[in-house]
């Protein structure tokens, strides 16, 4: 672990210290030297499951592949930085870029924290430079608004979590997870251990999101900057992911009949949020709640507890990371060029931008879980495993994946197809470094399909 | 203009009554001369920016703004809870939540049952 969170503490010494000419080059290159770096942690030896050199941090099958992503999204999100922060005075770029890195050194020690207490600590303290990035950088008004939805839904979720955690505490003695996964499930009876039950896990269903609360997350996606929305939608949705499945390890065996609500929102938030792309005006918000109706795939798999649902979650959580992050990269291909966001204004692109239209197609190509991407394969491993949980998910899961490939193909078309715009006649032609950012998303998920080993858990 | 006669069995066309040319009160043509100007006017602004050699932006449309606008950040404003939008609220938010709860309720019970009795039928091998 030391290898990758010293070269990231220093990265902060080299925001400030570079000379402007060369401070994205050196970001880039020290962001992308620290993810392949993070490519050795997928070196599982361990019998145990879990490497860890210290007692505090320390990796296993489930965290490493978020791990993983988490590294490699950084050079991503500096790359898609560049362009637009680049009028900005020189200490104002070095400062968005400490946000970013001390992001990313939260996450990486939220992933590899084996404390509960010390993942809690770093999934509030996510928060702020998500939060800063949001009001500061964002371009709408509708930011602050966007800001205050993000902070206060996710705190008001995760303060009934620190109580269940100090109880956990309490009568188990430690938190850490090595030990907590071989403790006697307690008998969950009382009304207060079913609501000890929901305080631990709803923190994380406010952030996957679920579905009835999901109500911070286009506004937070749509008002962010490219690099605070593709890191929220890459991996901050994941650590809701993450928390759950190392939670509710613990919850069973009550967790057979109150997790029935949460397992209904999250299908039933498949279709709705599915619905609700189609009549979407905005382009990041459609892409935003293709996100929330992903995670009710992940939600229902993680709630259902089964060994192959597990893996479809991770699979799926992996996937969609890079997929999602893709489309708003692409999403602000546009949106650099035409300063709005409207499906409608920019249409037909394929004629002016043809190579990024290819890009636009694999993504959403990805999003709608072509196979043999791994988006399809984690999706299919939560449907039949919900299958086999009840036969009736098959409807709501199906009709679910037929709504995801309808707005993935409506996303395609209005921006992609038909006639250009009258309004936009001089588009500057696609940036290499757009283009390299697309690869460094999208090449990772096709090779992803040729070793999905790397991604399944510890449940395979 | 010339003398057209109608069709045995076509009507004439609207743009074709010579009422509509003929026949105007002065009130109405001078509503449509107002109407006319307006729209040159707007013609021109368009003509004037989309042939403006030093421009480097897009052409803004103010009335793509207004709709995105109304349709994105006007929306909570401007909803006043009515039975008809009530209803659809409980019907595609609420009642499937209920109806999903019981099927899937009562599909588990039934397996369980059949778990407990020892009746139940596991014809393929899989995990899950």
């Known amino acids: 672990m030391l290898k990758i969170l010293i070269p990231t503490l220093m990265l902060f010494p080299t925001t400030w210290i570079t000379t402007p000419k060369w401070l994205w080059t050196t970001m880039t290159a020290q962001a992308l030297a620290i993810a392949t770096a993070s490519l050795t942690l997928l070196n599982w030896d361990s019998e145990t499951g879990w490497t860890s050199t210290n007692p505090y941090l320390g990796t296993d099958p489930l965290s490493t592949p978020l791990l993983v992503l988490t590294c490699w999204l950084l050079p991503l999100m500096i790359l898609a930085s560049q362009n637009h922060i680049s009028p900005e005075p020189i200490n104002r770029q070095r400062t968005y870029i400490t946000l970013l890195v001390s992001l990313q050194l939260f996450l990486i020690m939220a992933f590899g924290a084996t404390e509960i207490i010390l993942f809690y600590i770093m999934f509030e303290t996510t928060l702020i430079p998500t939060l800063i990035i949001i009001t500061r950088w964002g371009n709408q008004t509708e930011r602050l608004n966007a800001g205050t939805y993000f902070l206060f839904y996710t705190l008001a979720g995760s303060l009934p979590l620190l109580v269940a955690l100090l109880i956990l505490q309490k009568e188990m003695g430690s938190l850490s997870m090595l030990i907590i996964q071989y403790m006697q499930p307690a008998p969950l009876c009382t009304w207060a251990d079913k609501i000890w039950w929901a305080a631990c896990l709803i923190a994380f269903l406010v952030k996957m999101p679920l579905y009835g609360v999901h109500l911070w997350l286009p506004k937070a996606h749509v008002e962010a900057p490219v690099a605070g929305s593709m890191v929220l939608a890459a991996v901050l949705l994941k650590l809701g992911g993450y928390g759950m499945m190392r939670m509710i390890i613990m919850l069973e065996p009550a967790s057979k009949n109150l997790a029935y609500p949460f397992i209904i929102l999250a299908l039933w938030g498949i279709i709705m949020t599915g619905s609700i792309c189609l009549r979407q005006t905005d382009l990041k918000s459609l892409i935003a709640y293709s996100s929330v109706s992903h995670m009710g795939l992940v939600v229902a798999g993680i709630l259902i507890q089964t060994p192959w649902s597990f893996t479809g979650a991770i699979i799926l959580m992996i996937a969609h990371g890079l997929a999602s992050s893709a489309l708003f990269c692409l999403a602000n291909t546009n949106y650099e060029r035409l300063h709005s966001r409207t499906l409608l204004l920019a249409r037909g692109m394929q004629a002016i931008l043809p190579l990024m239209a290819a890009w636009w197609f694999i993504a959403n190509l990805a999003n709608l879980a072509l196979p043999p991407l791994p988006n399809l394969m984690g999706e299919l491993i939560i449907i039949t495993s919900m299958f086999n949980w009840s036969s009736w998910t098959i409807i709501l899961t199906g009709t679910g994946t037929l709504i995801t490939a309808s707005y993935s193909l409506y996303m395609y078309l209005m921006t992609q197809r038909g006639p250009v715009t009258t309004l936009i006649t001089a588009i500057e032609p696609s940036h290499t470094r757009e283009h390299l950012l697309m690869a460094l998303h999208l090449i990772p998920i096709i090779m992803l399909t040729l070793k999905p080993e790397l991604m399944w858990g510890w449940c395979f | ?128």
């Open chain 2, 1 to 128: 203009m010339a003398d057209y006669r109608d069709a045995p069995l076509a009507s004439r066309p609207k743009t074709l009554d010579p009422a509509e040319y003929f026949a105007v009160s002065p009130a109405k043509r001078k509503a449509e001369e107002e109407r006319a100007a307006i729209r040159a006017q707007l013609k021109r602004q368009f003509q004037l920016q989309l042939n403006d050699p030093r421009r480097v932006t897009t052409i803004e449309d103010p009335a793509l703004t207004r709709w995105t606008y109304a349709r994105v950040s006007n929306v909570y404003p401007t909803f006043r809870p009515t039975p008809k939008n009530s209803l659809l609220g409980a019907v595609c938010g609420i009642a499937p939540l209920l109806f999903w709860y019981f099927v899937f309720k009562t599909d588990r019970d039934r397996k369980e049952k059949l778990i407990q009795e020892g009746t139940i039928e596991r014809p393929f091998q899989l995990s899950s």
